[in-house]
């Protein structure tokens, strides 16, 4: 697929690194010549220099002829506008980068006006993602597939855990649950019967959710207690979605931030929660607003440093839980090393959007794990596929991947060596990050 991206940015760059694994024919545009030549040095894609309008932009014979035309610019105006004349121009798709809150019926309007297939908005995936998240506090990373009715979750192997030392064959899953993934260091490991869980592993489990609910209390010392207060820095647009949502479920929050126009814009909205204007790396603020009283400390400015710097403040306060937003690639492996609980990445977020969309037909969801290095996929089996009508153990799927659960007539089951696949089946897949391709083939 020919894929042009306009905008050489974090978001631009993250959704360019990912489809160019994927053997599309990806140019990006941008009109900061430093920021292409990151791209160029990197990336096996065309750029290409554009500083005059976006209407001459399609002069260019190389942005003619665009199946696919991304808009992920700094400007929600632009990003729009992109998208309609990329339709004028014989595009097949366009998906705009659009941060602005809106009701349904006004994102409905907005995309069948300019011809929009898909709005990204990466700060409101961030914020609905770690409230996911804190409303199952047990989990390190989660997610659900099929509309709900399976559930993955990860969780790094502690010291007194019951599973510790023990190959797969000798521990004792409930009849909704499987082993979908490890990842120890940095590899991935599609474990089999003999593999033993060690200490640190970062094991993907996925199954049934009343299951997995039951299941993941096995890894607590205590019952999980549910989220009551939250301390937020950083008012921006993730901050601000998120407070409300949590606000929304009950817990009350004190949201601190040092610009006050932007603790104006949510404060109105809050019922149980505070926005407080100050300075979030002063320790004697945070005493004072009782930071250590916090069940979840989360740290969502734009500055990975900064976000990290905090999350230690906290820890050094007690505070029980800490989530970190990241933006740099390298810094999710070391949040989790210092003790942070939880690092979301938003380009990563939004970029799996595109990757689903990009997919197309089959594949309905793309969550991406380990900072992008793996995945799991939601594929429907087409008619005539060739994994489709012979059972998993005969199928002769590529090593890198695993079925690990699927849904057939509402029902979400958990796949064994004979177990036949049919059209129409919803089927969740881990797999490497760059293997897709190959996977992706038994299932069309």
């Known amino acids: 697929m020919n894929i042009v991206i306009v905008g050489a940015g974090k978001l631009g ?7 160019a694994q994927e053997d599309h024919e990806v140019t ?14 990197t990336l096996d894609v065309l750029t290409i220099y554009h500083g005059g309008g976006i209407v001459s932009l399609f002069n260019d014979p190389n942005l003619k002829n665009a199946d696919m035309l991304i808009a992920a610019t700094g400007w929600d105006d632009t990003n729009v506008a992109l998208c ?13 980068r659009v941060r602005e809150d809106m009701t349904r019926d006004a994102k409905e309007r907005l995309m069948e006006t300019f011809k929009i297939d898909l709005i990204l908005n990466p700060e409101l995936l961030a914020a609905t993602e770690i409230h996911r998240v804190l409303m199952t506090p047990d989990a390190l990373n989660i ?21 510790l030392g023990k190959s797969l064959k000798d521990v004792r899953l409930p009849p909704g649950v499987l082993v979908g993934m490890i990842f120890r260091g940095q590899r991935m490991i599609i474990p089999h019967g003999d593999y033993t869980f060690q200490l640190h592993d970062n094991a993907y489990f996925i199954g049934v959710p009343e299951e997995i609910e039951k299941f993941s209390q096995n890894f607590t010392e205590q019952k999980a207690k549910h989220i009551e207060r939250a301390m937020i820095i950083g008012a921006g647009r993730a901050g601000r979605f998120l407070t409300k949502m949590l606000d929304n479920s009950g817990v009350r ?9 932007r603790l104006r814009m949510v404060a109105a909205d809050l019922k149980n929660s505070l926005a407080i204007l100050g300075d979030g790396t002063d320790i004697d603020l945070l005493i004072e ?8 400390f989360i740290c969502l400015t734009d500055d990975d440093k900064l976000n990290l710097m905090l999350a230690l403040l906290a820890k050094h306060l007690n505070v029980p839980h800490t989530v970190v937003r990241v933006y740099r690639e390298e810094y999710e492996a070391l949040m989790e090393k210092v003790g942070v609980n939880y690092a979301v990445s938003a380009r990563h977020l939004a970029a799996s959007e595109v990757m689903a969309f990009a997919r197309q037909g089959s594949v309905k969801k793309v969550s991406y794990l380990e900072g992008a290095k793996a995945e799991a996929v939601e594929v429907i089996v087409q008619e005539g596929a060739k994994i489709a009508g012979v059972p998993l153990m005969n199928a002769k799927l590529p090593r890198e991947c695993l079925v690990s ?11 064994r060596g004979n177990t036949i696949l049919q059209a129409g089946d919803r089927v969740i897949v881990f797999l490497e990050s760059g293997a897709s391709n190959k996977v992706m083939e038994y299932f069309k």
């Open 405 to 415: 659960a699927f849904v057939r007539d509402g029902e979400a089951l958990i796949p």
């Open 289 to 296: 607003e009782e930071a250590a009283s916090a069940d979840t």
């Open 84 to 96: 309609a004349l990329a339709k004028a121009h014989g595009a097949q798709s366009a998906v705009a």
């Open 28 to 41: 990006v545009v941008d009109n900061d010549k430093n920021q292409l030549v990151a791209v160029d040095n």
């Open 13 to 19: 760059y993250s959704i360019a690194e990912l489809l």
């Open 143 to 163: 997610a659900e597939f099929a509309h709900g009715k399976i559930r993955l979750f990860e969780i790094k192997i502690p010291k007194r855990s019951k599973i």
């Open 253 to 261: 929050v004190k949201l601190i931030d040092i610009d006050e126009e």
